[in-house]
């Protein structure tokens, strides 16, 4: 029994996904942290509207300065350099824009993306397809077994999100019939597409039909995620559903999950996958 | 410590119980990975700024500019959320602070007022329009 939970945990394996998951992150982190650029001086400095939690915001040109180190740090992250000392970078200087100004906006993703990044920065993600292992190893391609313990660590946690959000759903008022998605299309989060579907006057019954369709198939993705024979239509759900989240609702955040779901294949899966089709 | 985290958040998402032991900052940042979207609103909400002259007539302050991001996201952000839990003083220090910041930028765009005053504007939603009740009859106004 302790063996078969030190191998899910702990065992070595070749680190192709985690480095996947390491690039897409750290794309999806340059384009998040891309919509802040234009508004450094009213979103992270004294001179604008911030409410810190415990550091004071800084001056312009102090956020100016810091908002270079962080893309900086992004970058070197993302391509696998230095990366324990970018990777380290990134998630601190996410708590402190979290206490300067995303506290404002408390939203899960942003929690599951620090949560990301911690579990990535005691990681092995850049041991293959990085400079690091350009720079020891000598080529991008080159790779050297890691800990399966992040991957891991990262699909529990989708996984235990999809649980706990349908869950939650069954046992919540609000979410006994469909009328929370006729209001939540015509509120703040609507969008063309949800506007659209609003304007075709739908009865009620198919808003009830599409929650109950979620509250169901929601946990059921998220235990079909461990069982093989389950696992692509579990992973194709949860991807539809992240779409369908970002084109109804405009929450676009929860899309870096999409390429994390590659970590609930076996890692030699992968591995021989990008060698069957010579990327490596 | 993970995987106690995770189970503490678990509870709280399902029984609103924290476990014991468990710090409150790793249970609720779990339960906050673990529960998002719990309820929705029936009405719009639009956080209101207006600015006196020092003539004393009130003229509500053109806000855009301040807003950065998508609707959604702006909306939460008027709730000032994590100052919500607190004694509602702090709370209304805290829209005393955001009104004072919001005077300065102003002055600085070359809009000098005398005061500030913060107001939530609520009304109802209709498949008309995000602003479509958005009127006076249909329309609640709360000072801050």
Known sequence: MTQLWNNFWLKEAPPHALAIVRICLGLFLLVYASTYALHITLLFSNEGL??????????PTTAYLMYAVSILMLLGFTVGAYFRVCAVACFFLGLYY???????FPSSYNRILCFTLLVLMCSGANKTFSYDTKRTLGSWTAWEPTSVLAGRLICMQISLTFIGVSLQKWMLPAWSTGEILTYTFIGRWSTLLSGVITRLNLPVEFYDFVILTVKVLQPLAGIGVWIAR??????????????????LLGIWWFIFLIPACILF???EKIYAYLKEKHVL | MYITATMSGMMFTLCRVHMPGVPYILSHWSYGMLAPFQSYLT?????????RHSGGLWEAIEMDKYRTHGKGEESIKMYLPMYR?????VLKEKYEEYAEKLRTLEMNHGNTWEEIALEMHTWPRSPGGYEFL???VFTTVTKL
Request: charged share 10%; proline share 11%; hydrophobic share 55%.
């Open chain 1, 50 to 59: 911030t409410l810190p939690l415990y550091f004071a915001a800084p001056s």
């Open chain 1, 98 to 104: 979290w206490q300067l100004q995303l506290h404002m």
């Open chain 1, 230 to 247: 389950f696992r692509l239509a579990s992973i194709l759900f949860i991807h539809s559903f992240l779409i369908l989240v970002a084109l």
């Open chain 1, 265 to 267: 294949f076996p890692p």
């Open chain 2, 43 to 51: 009405y719009n909400e639009d956080l209101v700024a207006l600015g």
């Open chain 2, 85 to 89: 839990s607190l004694p509602e003083e």
């Open chain 2, 134 to 136: 958005r009127v006076p």
